[in-house]
């Protein structure tokens, strides 16, 4: 990353004014200028090349570490997690029989007489390397030190003479992962004090290096989270940059992103004057502003199976849960407005009937986006449950109970939301994304939240939490990619409108 970090960032450095979250409306003026005036402009003119094994590792690995970067400088909780195979899957049991068969061959080798030395020597050695790779700079003793009990010519010599001592070399190994441990790992250094069988004993102790190098990235992490965080915005603009010199068709999908955008407005700016009776002949106007926040939007419903933008990998896992909380939100509102209109009179007076009713589609609606869910079942397990709440609490309260007809009712609108061009779950859908563009349109940075609509009352802490961490996204990414977004849009938009025209577009905006 300091390598990285070295490169000459002032020649990739782009104009703010395109970048920068915090402007509600990209200048027209700058969209319609000659890209020839703009020589680190980060999508130029250039004849298509054709792209070797290198340059494609290349841009692999930039893609890596701009992921990776952007990872621990978002993610608080990221971190590298030792994973555990289960025992009955395939990679599990293979695992299980390598290593067992592994640990066999060293254990026969060492109970022969005289005993082969030549396996237990390789793991020696690997577990020396391992050892010297948690040494600070400047370690000389302790480097010295581990590298003259450790070393392998001299364990080799000893071997011949039928005189190693393996035990000893353990519990300096044992001793000296102590010395270099993280506080957690202590724990596990008694146990392998405690370990007598030296197959378990040197098993045992790959384990904790595997442990230890785990902390030992983790530490890293956390060390160098604060200064991603300040410097993220140029590393990925500059990471990415990279990426599309090795690789020019880098952008191929966030330019259709962008056309669909366009092709939206479009359509719903046709729509609306044939509306008013205008002149459809006319070409609208499309704020560059309106076209990329519209491309957001359409995030909230994308099908991440076709592939995403590039200039959206990094977030493609968190935009995914916010879809998947967003659907979650969406059936929850829905089903509590019909609940309200079918039986609202029933429910005035239960406490807090909306909590409970989140409380009860929470749980029954998780792995919404798994191919294997069951929508519809989910649904009539949420309806028979208020249903029993409902009454419940009329029964509580001395009122007759829900008949037969309006518990059925009450099932069949609840179970109806899943059908294509539902009435209510178009409404909601319509209202979270009035709701999604309002927080869009405010200015980077403004604490205060936009307005929820009517609908949603029931979700709205949830929606304005989810809001936040949407707009964030959103906002981060506009200005590391601005500059690219506006290469695109220039291209797009006004690659036709006579200067003229376009300057006198810009004035007015």
């Not at 237990?120 to 050892?131: G, H, R």
């Not at 890293?220 to 604060?226: H, Q, T």
Request: with cysteine; hydrophobic share 35%; net charge negative.
């Amino acid at each position: 990353l300091e390598e990285d970090q070295s490169s000459d960032s002032d020649s990739l450095r782009l104009s703010e004014s395109t970048a920068s979250s915090s402007d509600s409306e990209c200048s027209r003026q700058s969209f319609n200028s000659d890209s020839s005036s703009k020589p680190s402009s980060p999508v130029s003119a250039s004849p298509p090349k054709i792209i070797t094994f290198d340059e494609m590792m290349a841009a692999t690995r930039n893609l890596t570490n701009l992921t990776l970067a952007h990872e621990i400088a978002v993610n608080a909780d990221f971190c590298m997690k030792h994973v555990d195979f289960p025992q009955n899957s395939l990679v599990g049991t293979v695992k299980t029989i390598v290593h067992k068969a592994f640990w066999d061959c060293l254990e026969s080798q060492l109970n022969k007489d005289p005993p082969e030395y030549e396996h237990a020597i390789k793991l020696f050695e690997e577990i020396k390397e391992t050892l010297l790779s948690f040494l600070a700079p400047g370690a000389n003793r302790i480097q010295n030190q581990i590298c003259e009990v450790l070393d392998t010519d001299l364990i080799r010599q000893q071997a011949e003479h039928n005189a190693v001592d393996i035990h000893g070399l353990a519990n300096y190994i044992i001793n000296t992962m102590g010395k270099l441990c993280a506080p957690i790992r202590d724990n596990d250094i008694k146990q392998l004090k405690a370990t007598d069988n030296i197959i378990e004993l040197l098993r045992k102790i790959f384990h904790v290096l595997d442990l230890m190098k785990m902390d030992m990235v983790n530490y890293l992490f956390e060390n160098i989270r604060p200064y991603l965080q300040r410097n993220l915005v140029d590393y990925e603009r500059i990471k990415f940059q990279e990426i599309l010199e090795e690789t020019p068709s880098a952008l191929d999908h966030t330019t259709e992103w962008i056309k669909e955008s366009i092709e939206d407005e479009l359509s719903s700016s046709d729509e609306s004057s044939s509306s008013a009776g205008a002149n459809s002949s006319s070409k609208p106007n499309l704020s560059p502003t309106l076209v990329l926040n519209n491309g957001y939007l359409k995030l909230l419903q994308w099908d991440y199976h076709k592939g995403i933008p590039e200039t959206l990998i990094t977030d493609e896992v968190r935009l995914q849960e916010l879809r998947e909380k967003l659907n979650q939100l969406k059936i929850i509102a829905c089903v509590c407005l019909i609940t309200n209109n079918t039986v609202g009179a029933a429910i005035v007076n239960v406490p807090d009937f909306a909590d409970q009713l989140k409380k009860i589609s929470f749980p029954l609606l998780e792995g919404m986006s798994k191919k294997t869910f069951d929508l519809k079942e989910a649904l009539n397990a949420i309806s028979v449950q208020i249903c029993s709440k409902v009454n419940k609490s009329l029964s509580e309260r001395g009122f007759p109970t829900l008949d037969k007809e309006m518990q059925n009712n009450l099932l069949g609108q609840i179970g109806s939301v899943v059908e294509k061009n539902n009435p209510v779950s178009s409404l909601i859908d319509k209202r979270i994304q009035l709701f999604m563009r309002s927080l869009l349109a405010l200015p980077s940075g403004r604490k205060c939240a936009a307005a929820v609509p009517g609908g949603l009352s029931v979700i709205q802490p949830e929606m304005e939490q989810l809001g936040s961490q949407y707009a964030n996204i959103v906002n981060f990414n506009k200005q590391v990619y601005g500059p690219f977004y506006a290469s695109i849009l220039r291209k797009l938009l006004f690659s036709d409108a006579p200067k003229g025209n376009a300057e006198t577009e810009a004035a007015a905006n």
